[in-house]
């Protein structure tokens, strides 16, 4: 009898290795094997190959408002490897096969993401027939996952386990809201303009926030106010709530003359240190420093990898008791290492207010592999990665300084004792002196005279000049802090779909050194959400009280999805009136030819009479090119819309199969795969056939920091070996000779240098 463990990735993997006592053994008297995902193994096929042929014509290929909205109930919610996944779905199966029991090992979190994922696999490789038991533990520290290993507790069903349903049924919604963005898109060509407008819960959201925020802005009138106040010589201003404003200062009466001030009132205050950061925190303080989300994403994970910060898509705000310790002996090098004096940090005990016992990853700070110092850091990970590590760690030790000390202090103008000043005089700076989160992330903050010399002695009256107070600009951390506020997604999931939002040629928002506006298509997009379903940030609440409610039994998912119809019937509606309001200049360059309707092509494929779809995600082949599918051909296609999307997608024509209500439905058309290849940055990759294989591929251009000339790449895939000077870790000089060689990563194959065997 084998217990087999499904992790949710490989570095959950190895720690579970860790606390067990290896990848594979025995432990607590219990055989057990250990078989790692790597995220999300399987997604949802098209919305028109999950349907009934009779009904795939009526929702799929060409974007047709007639074919909005969709009627769910006719899906069957089918998936679909992932690109890119069959080496891990065969070593996962390989594993567990023989296992009598499977365990669900997967992260534990408030959206049931990791049931989810887990469940996908099992389902989809037929291990639902075993005994299933769910491991839960707070964190990935050995003795919590020795703990939940010993725990473990027997599931009946995924239909019975709460978290996998509310994370389906939230799947389920975001795979429906693919047809706001077919609906706005199709909307805005009604105008004359083409562009496809990504709508999505926290898509929408972000651009109804970004362009209410710049109306605000925009609309801000700069109407001075005038009023009798008195300023003191430590520059304290004394304001009687009571005293008129005027229009223009020539009518402010001169009612008074200069007095001594008194300190009537002292208070000792204490404030602890602010909560960890999240990833969009993170994230929103270095894009004011010139770094994109996407580039923060993608340099964390990196980083990561090698176990130098932690898990970067965590939903914790706080770490657990086991993550604290697990730090505790590493502070003072993490603190030498970002300039820290660690006499500053007294206060070594957990605080109840960053440290609880839940939770999963815990919160972003450094990792448990501590660099030799922060230039490695910026030699390995370039100045992106040293301002990562600088802000999570100096972030992290704040709460083990002391809390930041002041005296507030009251004053009054002795001869006119309406007139009030407080000033807060700075005893210990404590946490702030270390690092003050929330002033590095106040795009207005300014240092204050009065708040270090507290209240003085005499003052004189003075005409105020005083304006209301403008709307701040939107700014990234603007953004994260409102949808923070209203509840609106999760800090890494805010950071990708923002990183998403703000690149390529889709972009809604586009972002200046932490300074947010619009896009062309993004303004587009804004004018046609006023009055939407989509663009209420109240949709957001109602999809996490719908997800609570289908974990708790009170709902099914399909009834949870029954108002999608009527949202998506009314959001055309409005959109369609609000696009008879878009100023006629707006947006002109976006015009283009508009979609031509979907048709079906006939012809002889492999001596076989067959008919399919010519359109294929917006891509309507040409003559010549069902002409070439038809001889079998593989076709590769730029311009498919896949997820609101555009792609390139590599396929050819096949029978496919989908099944409903355990029957097995068939149809013929054009199959495809998202062509990761021909997507490539040539500025990162290098792109060709190796001929080692007889496949195109590509691999990185950079390795140890040389980057490949165009003829050792040429060598490289040609299938030879090349040499090249090269530094080593410990900064001595040596020949680097090696070629291209395949290897597995995640789970995942893929083709880079490798150094040659030493003799």
Request: aromatic fraction near 8%; charge should be neutral; proline fraction near 5%.
């Amino acid at each position: 009898m084998t217990i087999g463990i499904l992790t949710e990735k490989a570095s959950a993997a190895k720690n579970f290795a860790k606390a067990l006592g290896g990848p594979s053994g025995t432990y607590n008297g219990e055989k057990y094997v250990i078989a790692a995902a790597s995220g999300h193994l399987y997604e949802f096929v098209e919305p028109e190959e999950m349907v009934p042929p009779s009904y795939a014509d009526k929702i799929g290929g060409y974007w047709d408002l007639a074919k909005l909205p969709w009627d769910e109930t006719q899906f069957l919610w089918s998936r679909e490897q992932k690109h890119g996944a069959a080496n891990t779905i065969a070593r996962i199966k390989k594993t567990l096969s023989s296992c009598t029991t499977i365990v669900i090992g997967s992260d534990i979190d408030p959206t049931g993401e990791g049931d989810l994922l887990a469940w996908e696999i099992i389902a989809e490789l037929g291990l639902d027939t075993k005994k299933i038991q769910r491991m839960e533990f707070v964190d990935e520290a050995p003795a919590s996952i020795q703990q939940a290993f010993i725990n473990r507790r027997d599931v009946t069903s995924m239909h019975d386990e709460p978290n996998y349903l509310k994370a389906e049924f939230r799947s389920r919604f975001d795979l429906l809201s693919m047809q706001w963005t077919r609906g706005a898109t199709k909307v805005l060509e009604t105008t004359g303009r083409r562009a496809v407008l990504r709508n999505g819960r926290l898509k929408s959201a972000m651009v109804a926030i970004v362009g209410q925020g710049l109306d605000a802005y925009n609309d801000y009138k700069k109407i001075p106010f005038y009023q009798n106040r008195f300023i003191d010589d430590h520059g304290v201003s004394y304001v009687n709530p009571e005293e008129p404003r005027y229009k223009t200062c020539d009518e402010v009466p001169q009612l008074y003359k200069a007095s001594a001030v008194e300190c009537y009132e002292k208070s000792m205050k204490k404030t602890a240190p602010p909560r960890l950061l999240d990833l969009a925190s993170l994230s929103a303080l270095l894009s004011k420093e010139g770094f994109s989300a996407k580039n923060v994403l993608k340099t964390y994970q990196q980083m990561y990898e090698a176990q130098v910060v932690s898990y970067p898509r965590t939903e914790d705000k706080t770490i657990t008791p086991e993550q604290f310790k697990e730090l505790a002996p590493l502070v003072d090098k993490i603190a030498g290492l970002v300039g820290v004096n660690p006499a500053d940090l007294t206060h070594r005990q957990p605080r109840s207010t960053h440290v609880k016992p839940k939770g999963a990853h815990g919160a972003n700070r450094p990792g448990l592999n501590v660099p030799t110092s922060i230039a490695a850091v910026k030699t390995t990970y370039g100045v992106l990665g040293q301002r990562i590590y600088e802000v999570l760690a100096k972030s992290y030790l704040t709460m083990l300084a002391e809390d930041y000390l002041y005296e507030h202090q009251k004053g009054r103008v002795v001869d006119y004792p309406a007139f009030l000043g407080t000033a807060n005089v700075p005893k210990s700076l404590g946490w702030k002196g270390i690092f003050d989160v929330d002033a590095e992330a106040d795009d207005d903050a300014a240092g204050s005279d009065a708040a270090q010399q507290g209240i003085g002695t005499r003052a004189e009256p003075e005409v105020f000049e005083g304006f209301p107070q403008r709307p701040p600009h939107p700014s990234m951390t603007w953004l994260m802090k409102q949808l923070d506020k209203h509840d609106v997604g999760t800090g890494a999931t805010r950071t990708s779909t923002y990183a998403e939002v703000t690149a390529g040629k889709s972009a809604l928002l586009k972002e200046t050194r932490g300074k947010v506006t619009m896009t062309d298509a993004g303004q587009l997009n804004y004018l046609l959400l006023p009055g939407t379903h989509i663009g209420d940030l109240k949709l957001t609440e109602r999809v996490y009280a719908d997800m609570a409610a289908v974990a708790a039994g009170e709902k099914t998912a399909e009834q949870a999805l029954e108002p999608v119809k009527q949202w998506v019937e009314e959001d055309i509606a409005t959109m369609t009136r609000n696009a008879k309001n878009i100023p006629q200049e707006l947006g002109k360059k976006l015009m283009t030819t508009t979609f031509t309707p979907s048709v079906k092509h006939s012809g002889t494929w492999n001596g076989e009479q067959v008919s399919f779809k010519k359109v294929y995600c917006g891509h309507e082949f040409s003559d010549a090119e069902c002409e070439a599918l038809l001889r079998g051909e593989e076709l590769t296609i730029t311009d498919a819309m896949i997820g609101g999307q555009i792609t390139t997608v590599t396929g050819k024509l096949a029978h496919q199969s989908f099944n409903k209500d355990g029957k097995t439905i068939k149809f013929f058309g054009f199959k495809g795969q998202v062509d990761r290849i021909a997507s490539a940055d040539p500025a990162v990759y290098a792109v060709g056939v190796w001929k080692v294989e007889g496949e195109k591929i590509r691999f990185k251009r950079v390795w140890g920091g040389h980057k490949f000339t165009d003829k050792e790449i040429a060598d490289l895939l040609e299938g030879r070996e090349i040499a090249f000077d090269a530094m080593s870790k410990a900064k001595k000089p040596y020949t680097a000779r090696g070629s291209l060689q395949r290897g597995e990563y995640n789970g995942n194959s893929f083709v880079g240098f490798q150094l040659a065997p030493r003799d």
